[in-house]
């Protein structure tokens, strides 16, 4: 068993209030839960209106599928979300249980 974490940090320049965080959070989380059946949340700077921190993880049978999973992921918030930067992103895949 294979587990991919990836960490996005974004920045949220337009953005004016906590409300219009959560909106456009909401949609990233929603989006990536349903285009690549993984697991998301915001981790870290919930109280900040301009910057949100994700974690996303994911699990697979193969290493370079968990990579390519969060690689994917990650340039799907940049595609889709112009109004979001990616201040940075890193992937750490691990393999767990292996005979």
Same mark, same amino acid.
């Given at each position: 068993?294979?587990?991919?974490?990836?960490?996005?940090?974004?920045?949220?320049?337009?953005?004016?209030?906590?409300?219009?965080? =959560?909106?456009?959070?909401?949609?990233?989380?929603? =989006?990536? *839960?349903?285009?690549?059946?993984?697991?998301?949340?915001?981790?870290?700077?919930?109280?900040?209106?301009?910057?949100?921190?994700?974690?996303?993880?994911?699990?697979?049978?193969?290493? =370079? *599928?968990?990579?390519?999973?969060?690689?994917?992921?990650? =340039?799907?918030?940049?595609?889709?979300?112009?109004?979001?930067?990616?201040?940075?992103?890193?992937?750490?895949?691990?393999?767990?249980?292996?005979?």
């Amino acid at each position: 068993m294979t587990i991919g974490v990836c960490r996005i940090e974004l920045r949220l320049p337009e953005n004016q209030s906590l409300k219009g965080k =959560r909106q456009v959070i909401k949609s990233i989380i929603t =989006r990536l *839960h349903n285009s690549y059946n993984v697991s998301v949340a915001e981790i870290d700077n919930q109280g900040l209106w301009q910057l949100a921190t994700l974690g996303v993880t994911c699990v697979s049978n193969h290493r =370079r *599928h968990a990579d390519e999973i969060l690689s994917n992921v990650v =340039r799907f918030i940049i595609q889709n979300y112009p109004e979001v930067e990616l201040l940075s992103s890193k992937v750490e895949v691990s393999s767990f249980f292996e005979d």
